[in-house]
C-alpha cells in the first residue's frame, strides 16, 4: 500500500474511470455507428485485440463529425460519482494527479482543467475543416504508452514508483498497474481485476476514499 502521509502521484485512465462513458463510442453515436464502435471498444477493452490498431479503425469511421458535435457530449462534463472528491482528497495529502488516456486530447484538457490535474496526456484527433478527418495523430497513445507516462511523471516528481497510484478499467491499463506501487480497477474487466491490488466494482471513486484511510491507519 502506498503512503498517503508522504508526497505521491496518482494516475487515471479517463472512459468509464474519471468520466461516466466511452468518447469514442458516444462520438459514434453521432454519426450512426455506435454499436459498431462499442463492440471494437469492448474488445479492446478486453484485451483481445491490438488496441493501436482497433483505435484507428474506430476513429476512421468517426470522419465528418463536428467540433460543435463534440462540444454536446461535454456540456456537463459526465465525471463519474466521487471523481472530485477522490482528487480533492489526494491533492490534500499533497498528491499529483494525472490522467493518461487511450482517448482523446479534446475530452482529457477538458477534464484536467476542471479537476486542476498535474498531467495529462492522451491521442491527438486530426482535423479537416472544422470535421474529423478520421485520422488518428501517431504515436497512438497504447498499454505500454501508459505505463511510460505514469514512470516518466513519478521521475519528473522524484518520487519512488512505489507512491505511485494507478486506476482504470480497460485491458491496456494492465503494464500501467504493473508499473504502479498499487493499482484500483474501476468497474473493470475481470482480466483487468485479476491484476489488480484492489477492486472498486460501484461507479463511485469517493469509496476509495474509506478504504485507502482504513488501509493507511494500520500500517
Not at 463536428?66 to 459526465?78: A, C, G, S, T
Request: aromatic content about 8%; hydrophobic content about 45%; some cysteine.
Amino acid at each position: 500500500m502506498v503512503d498517503f502521509s508522504k508526497p505521491g502521484l496518482a494516475v487515471f485512465d479517463m472512459d468509464s474511470t474519471l468520466i461516466g462513458i466511452e468518447c469514442i463510442d458516444e462520438i459514434a453515436a453521432l454519426v450512426g455507428c455506435k454499436a459498431e464502435v462499442s463492440a471494437i471498444t469492448e474488445q479492446a477493452m478486453r484485451g483481445e485485440l491490438d488496441f493501436a490498431d482497433s483505435l484507428k479503425a474506430r476513429v476512421a469511421l468517426l470522419r465528418g463529425v463536428r467540433k460543435q458535435q463534440l462540444q454536446q457530449l461535454f456540456q456537463p462534463i459526465p465525471l463519474t460519482a466521487g471523481a472530485i472528491q477522490l482528487v480533492s482528497w489526494l491533492q490534500e495529502r499533497q498528491w499529483a494527479v494525472g490522467v493518461v488516456s487511450g482517448g482523446f486530447t479534446w475530452f482529457t484538457d477538458q477534464v484536467a482543467q476542471v479537476l486542476n490535474l498535474d498531467f495529462s496526456h492522451a491521442n491527438t484527433l486530426l482535423w479537416d475543416n472544422e470535421q474529423l478527418s478520421g485520422e488518428v495523430a501517431d504515436p497512438v497513445v497504447d498499454a505500454q504508452s501508459k505505463a511510460q507516462y505514469l514512470t516518466l511523471w513519478a521521475r519528473e516528481l522524484e518520487l519512488p514508483l512505489t507512491q505511485t497510484l494507478a486506476v482504470g478499467d480497460g485491458a491496456n491499463d494492465i503494464p500501467m498497474f504493473q508499473q504502479a506501487g498499487f493499482s484500483v480497477a474501476f468497474c473493470a474487466k475481470p482480466k483487468v481485476q485479476a491484476v489488480a491490488d484492489y477492486c472498486v466494482d460501484e461507479p463511485d471513486l469517493a469509496q476509495l476514499i474509506h478504504y485507502f484511510e482504513t488501509a493507511n491507519s494500520v500500517i
